[in-house]
Structures are given as structure tokens and as C-alpha cells.
């Protein structure tokens, strides 16, 4: 088989401020944003790679969704337990400083781990983990 990751999901409740981290700080191409107001479909992705993308969204958006559900959600996104997502740069270091620079929430500083990998780690808008591992 050829699998390839094409787009992955981040919930954003607030896609202004989403879009200023992903585009401004990591430096993301934005490849679209549709809908209006809170309820924006944003997909941003590395330049270069338009093969991998990001779709950040509004979490409960589905219909399907109850109102117990969207409170969970909110609830879990409010803690930063609901979404995360493993980025990874060959310069670990400028990237922790731009990123910090930019008065993102810092919870890793750049760490050798005993696993193998140097990694740091930060939280987005919406309160998504977004560790950044180093590339060998």
C-alpha cells in the first residue's frame, strides 16, 4: 500500500487567534478558510508540503454532537486534554525561541528525553499540545 497522512484535525475556539499562531508563529501556508464568525474551517500546512495539512475546526460543529458532549469538549479543551499534535524541525532551539517569543504558552522547555528524542512543547490558542521534536 502508499498511505500518506493528508490532513489532520485541531479543534480551535477561537480561529483568529488559531490562525495567527499556525500562519504567523509556526509559519504555516494557510490553503483555505471557509464558514464565518467562530465557525471557520481553516486548513494550514508547512510550505513546501501541500501534501500535509492541518485542518483546524470548530469541535462541535457536527450535528451529531449533544449539548453533554460539547460541554465535555469545551471542558477538556479548557484543560488541554482534548488535541495535540508532533511537529518536528531541524532547529529545535530557534524554533522554541520564536515560538516563546511570541507569548505562546511554554510547557516544555527544549528537553533531551529519555526515549531518545530532544523535544519541546507548547500549547496552542485553543489549548491543543503541540510538541516539536528535534530532526537527526
Known sequence: MDITIHTTFLPHDDPDAS??????VLGFEVRSDVGQGRMRWITVGPAGQPGTSILLAPPAADPGVTEDERRTIAEMMAKGTYGWILL?????????EKVQA?????????????YGVRDCAFRDPA??????????
Open 19 to 24: 490562525l495567527v499562531f499556525y500562519r504567523d
Open 88 to 96: 518536528a524541525t531541524r532547529d529545535l532551539d530557534g524554533t522554541f
Open 102 to 114: 511570541a507569548d505562546a504558552e511554554v510547557v516544555q522547555e527544549p528537553t533531551e528525553q529519555p
Open 127 to 136: 489549548g491543543n499540545l503541540v510538541r516539536i521534536q528535534e530532526l537527526r
